[in-house]
């Protein structure tokens, strides 16, 4: 089992950058592929990053790609989300998830069709981008 706690959503502005933490706690976090989602209002939750528990490659939704940076960090059992050059549109709650390689591989997440596609969910950051 393993839980996620995402922290560090808020109000900014246009331009501005902001940073999204999410803490697993439970056993085998090196062993799960772990990436982020966001949900806005009236819209389909979308897979936004992944990063691979064997190789370490971050990969990337295309319209995110230069903007938003995936880190991790193993002793800290965090992975990280850095948004820069924030935009209106990437107003939305934002969801760490975590995945067992074993039963999807990166494909529930670069092909992610529902929520049943992610083993274990975080409860979301709220980002809302003004103006």
């Known amino acids: 089992q393993v839980r996620l706690v995402e922290s560090g959503g808020g109000t900014v502005q246009a331009g501005d950058s902001l940073t999204l933490s999410c803490t697993a706690s439970?056993?085998?976090?090196?062993?799960?592929?772990l990436g982020w989602f966001r949900q806005s209002p009236g819209k389909e939750r979308e897979y936004l990053a992944v990063?691979?528990?064997?190789?370490?490659?971050?990969y990337y939704k295309e319209d995110v790609k230069g903007r938003f940076t995936l880190t991790r960090d193993n002793a800290k059992k965090t992975i990280y989300l850095q948004m820069d050059s924030l935009r209106p549109d990437d107003t939305a709650i934002y969801y760490c998830?975590?995945?067992?390689?074993?039963?999807?591989?990166?494909?529930?997440?670069?092909?992610?069709?529902?929520?049943?596609?992610?083993?274990?969910w975080g409860q979301g950051a709220q980002v809302t981008v003004t103006q």
């Open positions: 998830a975590a995945d067992d390689p074993t039963t999807g591989g990166l494909g529930s997440f670069l092909y992610y069709r529902n929520n049943h596609d992610i083993d274990f």
């Open positions: 990063i691979s528990w064997t190789s370490g490659n971050v």
């Open positions: 439970g056993r085998n976090f090196n062993s799960y592929n």
